[in-house]
């Protein structure tokens, strides 16, 4: 698929991100906007995946660690044709088959139980390491959010990773700067990225988590790396796409008025 | 008596994991740091490649093994009791038994088995915090026999299992003939004056009791309630028919364990039950584990004067 080609799915994501938050109610609008990018490249583009069977046994696997952004993979899930789109309409009601967090159960294509924060990346290395058994060279793909980097579990799971060199796994890095009540930095700090997680045996690689190409590019060096995991920092902004949501917390888990929610696709050209 | 026969539950653990793991290919295993504990090192020595030493790091060591069972693989997951339940529960709960994920998480050197170490490592909450997470198997074995009829049905069985695993040396129990089928309670004494449900270490103490109370003319029924979940209430509710008291012996809290379970199974029944257990308080440290059990009040002494005074 052509860059212009998945900057158009990445587009109609965003538009389905905001369908699904709606009005007057809450939904984690920024942190789903910020990865939109990432996840539009991996099931576009990079990931092997069947588009007529979610659990297609060759398939690459995509877990979304930082769970509350569920809204990113559903529009991407649905974008596949995994389930309806009409589905989208239905997020978080009663019996719905997209739930608040991804929910292996429910919701084809969702590959684990996700958004307890910290628990993404462990079970990401675990499928890794089944993997490895196998001799199998199918691909594990995580994202996990900056704020989610304060669970000690992510830092267990680093360690485990880079022990077990499990270079079958790259994990991408929603390095947005903010956490639920506000900017990381402020709040706890846990920088220095790229140098906590090269002491931890990662790969370390940076990129703007919103140029598909460098996204692209990113994954394609990462498959290079042999003998350690990979870790691409994805540099990112919160809300990004509707400009009053951009760097606002406020929208980490907000709710739109009907302007709002009319001017959001406005921006995003519907 | 004869000579009573004895199993260690951990050596017996151990063995028929690494029997288990030569018949099936797909079986593979974790361990925190303590696989000379837990007896994991038997298969770990044998089958390095599936094998994997996680760390002292049980949260990540839950969820990572809910990571191999997506591949197909049978995580079978060691550590302390304490360690593998209470301290990675969001992990048991979220990452495994959500997804209802084919993990068995193995609960050694439970209860207050691990005398010396004291509170810090004695688990007397991990059945009432196993039990009460949805999709989740609670396994109890008697003694060494059952812990490897277990073993095999854990195999066998698709979906998240909790094994508790007792650290000493205990009196064989289990009929080697019978098979252990997951829900089902075993008689392995039968009376009916009174039925003792108990569970664990807590069986032979029982089983003394009976023999006692024997000999002043009681009649007493003794039941292996070996599976802490599922429950059959009404294997237990037939158990108890025309019993004069029902007494439950388990070495866990009164909070959860199995006197919940027998309480909650013969509600409606006009039958007096006396729960045996650990009151709400923590373990602590002591030089043997009878001497332990003794404080606890977890003790055939204690069972049989409960009986009399039900009856008297």
């Known amino acids: 698929m052509t860059i212009e080609r998945l900057s158009q799915k990445a587009r109609s994501m965003r538009r389905s991100i905001v369908r699904m938050v709606g009005v007057g109610k809450a939904g984690h609008l920024g942190g789903s906007l910020s990865i939109t990018d990432v996840v539009a490249a991996l099931y576009f583009s990079k990931m092997k995946l069947d588009k007529n069977n979610p659990r297609w046994e060759k398939r690459d696997y995509f877990l979304l660690s930082k769970g509350h952004a569920a809204l990113a993979q559903y529009a991407a ?16 009601s009663l019996e719905s088959m997209l739930q608040g967090h991804p929910d292996m159960s429910k919701t084809p294509g969702v ?22 058994i196998d001799k199998s060279n199918r691909q594990v793909y995580c994202v996990v959010g900056d704020g989610e980097l304060d669970e000690g579990q992510i830092w267990e799971a680093a360690m485990a990773a880079s022990f077990y060199k499990l270079d079958n796994l790259t994990a991408i890095l929603d390095n947005n700067g903010l956490m639920a009540t506000g900017v990381i930095a402020e709040r706890f700090d846990s920088s220095p990225l790229p140098e906590k997680w090269r002491s931890f045996g990662w790969w370390v690689h940076e990129i703007d988590g919103h140029a598909i190409k460098s996204i692209l590019e990113a994954l394609e060096e990462a498959d290079k790396v ?19 949501a951009e760097n606002q917390p406020a929208f980490h888990n907000g709710i739109l008025t009907q302007e709002q929610y009319e001017l959001a696709l406005q921006e995003l050209g519907e | 008596m004869s000579t009573v026969s004895m199993h260690n539950q951990r050596k017996v653990y151990g063995e028929t994991l690494l029997a288990v793991g030569k018949e099936n290919p797909n079986i593979v295993a974790c361990d925190a740091d303590l696989s ?13 490649e599936r094998f994997f030493e996680m760390g002292i790091a049980e949260a990540n060591m839950i969820s990572f093994a809910a990571g191999l069972s997506l591949t197909g693989k049978i995580p079978f997951v060691h550590s302390f009791a304490v360690f593998a339940s209470g301290r990675p529960y969001d992990q048991i709960r979220v990452s495994v ?73 205990l009196p064989d129990v289990f009929d080697e003939n019978e098979t252990f089928e997951i829900g089902r309670s075993y008689v392995v004494r039968d009376g009916n004056d009174a039925v003792i449900f108990a569970t664990g270490v807590m069986i032979s ?47 866990h809290s009164l909070i959860g364990g199995l006197a919940s379970i027998v309480t909650y199974a013969l509600r409606g029944l006009a039958i007096p039950i006396v729960p045996i257990g650990i009151q709400d308080s923590f373990g602590q440290s002591a030089l043997s584990y009878d001497e332990l059990l003794v404080h606890y009040g977890l003790t055939a002494e204690n069972i049989k004067k409960s009986v009399k005074e039900a009856i008297k």
Request: aromatic share 4%; with cysteine; charged share 25%.
């Open chain 2, 205 to 251: 103490k029982a089983l003394e009791a009976a023999e006692e109370l024997g000999k002043d003319g009681v009649s007493v029924r003794v039941v292996n309630v070996s599976t802490l979940k599922p429950v059959d209430e009404e294997q237990l509710r037939t158990l108890s028919h025309g019993a004069r008291v029902v007494v439950t012996a388990e070495e």
């Open chain 1, 226 to 244: 042999k003998g350690q995991p990979k870790m691409i920092i994805a540099h990112t902004v919160k809300g990004k796409g509707i400009p009053f």
């Open chain 1, 77 to 92: 899930l649905a974008e596949i044709g995994y389930f309806s789109e009409n589905e989208l309409d239905h997020v978080k």
């Open chain 2, 36 to 48: 000379k504990s837990t007896m994991s090192y038997m298969f770990g020595n044998s089958f390095p």
């Open chain 2, 97 to 169: 038994c959500l997804g209802r994920l084919n993990v068995k998480i193995i609960g050694s050197s439970t209860g207050l088995s691990d005398f010396g170490d004291g509170s810090t490592h004695q688990s007397v909450e991990d059945v009432s915090l196993m039990r009460s997470i949805p999709n989740m198997t609670v396994l109890s074995p008697v003694d060494g026999i059952e812990v490897e009829k277990m073993v095999r049905k854990m195999v066998e069985y698709n979906g998240p299992v909790y094994l508790r695993v007792n650290r000493n040396d």
């Open chain 1, 111 to 132: 590959e684990a139980n996700t958004g307890s924060l910290g628990q993404g990346l462990s079970i990401a290395c675990g499928i890794a390491a089944g993997l490895k």
